[in-house]
């Protein structure tokens, strides 16, 4: 079965689109370097039901077994050190189809 790997962001107040929309395209790049990774894509919230949450971006994982390749492969890892400080808030969700 293939995982969905869903997060949705609340990036802090203070930080630029131009940030915002370097951190969509670095998510999608990770699909270059994660073999697991069977699809990718993300993007901006544009309706008012979003809770202040603007950005979500899908992963697409072939098992089960490569969630925790996933978030443990150094591409994550540099992503995330780039970019968690800018998050105020991250919604993940999990699930398989």
């Given at each position: 079965?293939?995982?969905?790997?869903?997060?949705?962001?609340?990036?802090?107040?203070?930080?630029?689109?131009?940030?915002?929309?370097?951190?969509?395209?670095?998510?999608?790049?990770?699909?270059?370097?994660?073999?697991?990774?069977?699809?990718?894509?993300?993007?901006?919230?544009?309706?008012?039901?979003?809770?202040?949450?603007?950005?979500?971006?899908?992963?697409?994982?072939?098992?089960?077994?490569?969630?925790?390749?996933?978030?443990n492969h150094?591409?994550?890892?540099?992503?995330?050190?780039?970019?968690?400080?800018?998050?105020?808030?991250?919604?993940?969700?999990?699930?398989?189809?």
């Open positions: 079965m293939e995982v969905v790997h869903i997060v949705i962001v609340k990036f802090k107040p203070e930080i630029s689109e131009q940030v915002k929309n370097e951190a969509v395209k670095d998510v999608l790049a990770l699909k270059n370097t994660i073999p697991q990774i069977t699809d990718a894509s993300a993007g901006k919230n544009f309706t008012d039901r979003g809770k202040g949450y603007e950005y979500g971006w899908v992963i697409k994982l072939k098992t089960k077994e490569d969630l925790p390749n996933y978030a150094q591409s994550h890892l540099d992503f995330l050190s780039k970019y968690k400080d800018t998050f105020e808030n991250v919604l993940a969700f999990d699930y398989e189809v």
